[in-house]
């Protein structure tokens, strides 16, 4: 091989460089309480006992789930006396793993992952839920193009073998569980979709997207995600249809760690309940965490009722 | 019969500068298949994110959240390069067939080494973020390690190749005068060992941001956080505001190890040539003395603590149902998989020498392509398998574009910087009796890099094989998305079995890798 043959050796441009270089590798340590606020990782050990880390399911956008979850810290922290921080997680899995090692205290669970977290957490407390979501609902939704039809019942589904198909994220309950629920219930598999396989698209809000392009002919999406994007005029009725509405089911739901009441003192679990039931539309900052959930209160959430999602989970192999 | 074709084949043996041309061929088939995968419904969805690189959000919330995050990213990408660094030295060291030759006389441990490192190289780091957050929860110092395991083995593998490609004559003479072992190796190999490591190791931060981006993406923090949320829900202004951090980011520290590389007369990555370090050794001694300290305040300002590593966390419940993950089409997922892995390995190595010949007699056309390419390294690939789904129909051909595009921006950076530190007298002898621009850069330069730019595609391909996992959003039925159903299940059993496969395929992709590469640079 031939020797290198260097042409230009910039001296002006290599100080310059090393600069840059010293000043990117010491920008993480000049910048420590922005860190603290705004990392996920950072709930560190430090702060454990006294701070009460609240968390969600990545199912809206951020500056929506920055802002929704900020306000709730502040009210809960104002109720109960405690500091409360919020610790965004960017993945349904994620948010059960650190539920059920103890990072997050509080989480804003799924009906799938709810049943999940508490079954690798016994002794975890469902803490409430919205009036909406005893009763949720998914939406079959269709590129106007394919020329699916609303269909009558469950077993319209099979209309949707040999077309593209895409569920939400792998663990949503109103963007895949369920939706796959009715698909069984109409004999359709996965295996049957074109390509032989459904999509996962990550979020309702990237189904509609990829519906309403054609990308995939039809999807599964949450009922209140799908009503907000035609609310916002994301989603065009041009080209993206509802084909079909599931009957409801239980969804959403707030989980507490078993130990609260060690830690932050008796009855705090039932505190917590009260203060979340007792969030009122009259009340001014309590009004725009419920406009943000999209609820008019939320209620206690009987745990029986999620004995049908773990059943449904178990038939599908989500929950094993 | 075996003669006649061995003889045929030779016979047909390209001239060295039109090898690394030969994958681009595949672009023949997929030009033919793109019309009936394109569906063109999106291009108002492509158009919204076109615009919206001019007009990121400036909202305070916005840029803040993205500056911390950033901060996050870098921050992880540097403590896991560094710790992987020094571990895959070690590990290098172990797997040299030379060292273990001279030390002991046979070589079959250094075998045994490079097959038992390949386990935690099979393994993406995606993968073992994910793993390691059932076993140690959320705490920085995974995403770390998700890092540093498979970089460690990966830094070690090129390590022991390195070595083991070092001419060995002073060695041999230093031990026939009666030298002992381990000063021999040292005296013989370390200073000529330098130049290669350093090079690497450099490039390696790049790759370790990009790592840490994609960490984040997944859910493990830093500014990848942002990205996958914005991008998620569409929100493409706020969703630029991180991009254009991060180009600055990668574009300064690429700039910075350009200038170091540079300055320490380091050869271009692949190149295999040896040269001896000039005066750069006290200026390199004195950059890791320099880069100590920083690692420890990084290490603390994010809270990486490494007594957590004591604190292991039981495994989620778990049943094992054995029969049920036999009957997975393990087949169909593997061929699948495979296709996908050759198909993008094909396009990113092919592309990336073709577009530098179109380019040849345009400086514009060069620095839009370096631009493209910029972008490529910068989106991580599930941000292109979305973009690409907006026009195009979910499946292989869509994911293997998406994989691609992200290695072209990295393969074709590597081959610029070793085009432009290749000798150019051959190309400007030829330009100068009158061959055109393209062709004396095809015979003149690539001539040189042609052999060293496919072994180097050749290691390019086995990270792609890892990187199948991170588009499993298109819909492409492979090893990747079965991967994510079976984490997002708590399928023990499932993931035991596909890390398996995982570790025999790429066992398997670089046993041939390494006979490719041996054939290429022997000949």
């Known amino acids: 091989m031939t020797p290198l043959n260097f042409r230009r050796r910039p001296r002006a441009g290599f100080r310059l460089a090393l600069l840059a270089g010293l000043a990117l590798a010491l920008a993480p340590a000049a910048l420590p309480p922005q860190l603290q606020r705004a990392a996920p990782l950072l709930a560190g050990a430090q702060a454990r006992q006294k701070q009460l880390r609240i968390s969600a399911i990545p199912d809206q956008n951020p500056e929506k789930l920055n802002r929704l979850y900020g306000l709730v810290a502040s009210e809960l922290s104002r109720q109960l006396k405690v500091p409360v921080k919020y610790v965004p997680v960017t993945n349904y899995t994620a948010a059960v793993s650190a539920f059920r090692t103890g990072d997050l205290d509080l989480v804003w669970f799924g009906g799938l992952t709810g049943v999940q977290a508490r079954l690798q957490k016994p002794g975890a407390r469902v803490i409430a839920q919205r009036d909406i979501d005893a009763s949720f609902h998914s939406v079959f939704i269709a590129n106007t193009s394919a020329r699916l039809k609303p269909l009558r019942n469950v077993k319209g589904l099979a209309e949707l073998k040999g077309k593209r198909f895409t569920f939400g994220s792998e663990s949503s309950t109103s963007g895949r569980l369920m939706p796959q629920h009715y698909l069984n219930q109409a004999g359709v598999k996965l295996r049957d979709f074109a390509g032989g396989a459904p999509g996962f698209s990550g979020s309702h809000d990237a189904t509609i997207a990829l519906v309403q392009s054609g990308a995939y002919q039809a999807g599964a999406v949450n009922e209140q995600v799908w009503k907000s994007n035609l609310r916002s005029g994301k989603a065009d009725r041009r080209r993206v249809a509802v084909i079909w509405r599931t009957p409801g089911y239980p969804d959403y739901h707030w989980i507490a760690q078993p130990n609260l009441d060690q830690r932050f003192g008796k009855g705090f679990t039932s505190k917590l309940q009260k203060a979340f039931v007792g969030l009122r539309r009259s009340n001014p900052q309590q009004a725009r965490i419920l406009e943000l959930f999209g609820a008019q209160k939320f209620i206690p959430a009987p745990v029986s009722q999620y004995a049908a999602i773990e059943k449904v989970g178990r038939q599908i192999g989500k929950i094993r | ?523």
Not at chain 2, 48 to 55: E, L, N, V, Y
Not at chain 2, 156 to 185: I, N, W, Y
Not at chain 2, 196 to 208: A, H, M, T
Not at chain 2, 444 to 460: N, P, Q
């Open chain 2, 1 to 523: 019969m075996t003669a006649i074709p061995a003889r045929s084949w030779r016979q047909l043996r390209l001239a060295p500068p039109l090898l690394p041309l030969l994958p681009a061929l595949v672009w023949l088939p997929v030009l033919l298949m793109l019309p009936a995968v394109f569906h063109g419904g999106g291009w108002d969805l492509i158009g919204q994110f076109a615009r919206a690189a001019f007009s990121p959000s400036l909202d305070p919330q916005v840029l803040g959240s993205a500056l911390s995050g950033l901060g996050v990213t870098v921050g992880i990408a540097l403590l896991g390069w560094a710790l992987s660094l020094a571990l895959g030295l070690l590990g290098g060291v172990l797997s040299s067939r030379t060292v273990w030759r001279t030390a002991t006389g046979s070589a079959l441990p250094a075998a045994w080494m490079r097959r038992l490192l390949a386990v935690p190289r099979a393994v993406h780091e995606l993968l073992w973020g994910l793993l390691l957050l059932q076993l140690l929860g959320l705490q920085p110092v995974v995403a770390v390690l998700a890092i540093t395991i498979p970089y460690a083995a990966l830094v070690a593998r090129v390590v022991s190749d390195l070595l083991d490609a070092l001419p060995t004559k002073g060695l041999e003479a230093l031990r026939l005068a009666g030298a002992p072992a381990g000063p021999a190796l040292l005296t013989a190999l370390g200073p000529a060992l330098q130049p290669g490591v350093l090079s690497y190791g450099g490039y390696r931060l790049e790759c370790s941001l990009r790592s840490a981006t994609l960490l984040g993406v997944f859910g493990l923090g830093g500014l990848g956080t942002d990205l996958r949320l914005t991008l998620q829900s569409l929100q493409f202004h706020e969703l630029w505001s991180g991009l254009w951090l991060l180009l600055l980011v990668m574009l300064a520290l690429e700039a910075l190890l350009r200038g170091l590389r540079r300055r320490w007369a380091m050869p271009a990555r692949f190149g295999l040539t040896h040269r001896s370090v000039g005066r750069g050794g006290r200026e390199v001694a004195l950059g890791l003395l320099l880069l100590l300290p920083v690692l420890v305040v990084v290490a603390m300002a994010l809270g990486v603590n490494p007594l957590q590593l004591g604190q292991l966390q039981p495994l989620p419940p778990w049943s094992a149902d054995w029969p049920a993950v036999a009957a997975l089409p393990w087949p169909s997922l593997i061929g699948s998989t495979l296709g996908l892995t050759l198909l993008a390995a094909a396009l990113a190595v092919g592309s990336a020498p073709l577009l530098l010949l179109m380019m040849a007699p345009w400086p514009w056309g060069r620095v839009l392509m370096q631009a493209i390419w910029a972008l490529g390294r910068l989106w991580p690939p599930p941000l292109t398998a979305l973009l690409l789904l907006f026009v195009l129909q979910p499946g292989v051909l869509t994911a293997a574009l998406a994989l691609a595009f992200h290695n072209l921006g990295i393969l074709g950076r590597l081959l610029l910087e070793a085009e432009e530190s290749a000798s150019v007298l051959a190309e400007e002898a030829l330009g100068a009796a009158g061959t055109g621009p393209r062709l004396a850069l095809l015979y003149g330069r690539f001539s040189v890099l042609a052999r060293s730019y496919l072994a180097y595609g050749a290691y390019r391909a086995d990270v792609i094989l890892r990187e199948t996992v991170v588009v499993g959003l298109v819909g492409a039925a492979g090893l990747g998305s079965l991967l994510l159903e079976a984490l997002s299940s708590f399928a023990i059993d499932q993931l035991i079995a596909l890390v398996a496969v995982y570790v025999v395929l790429t066992l398997v992709g670089e046993d041939l890798s390494d006979r490719l590469r041996r054939r290429l640079l022997a000949a």
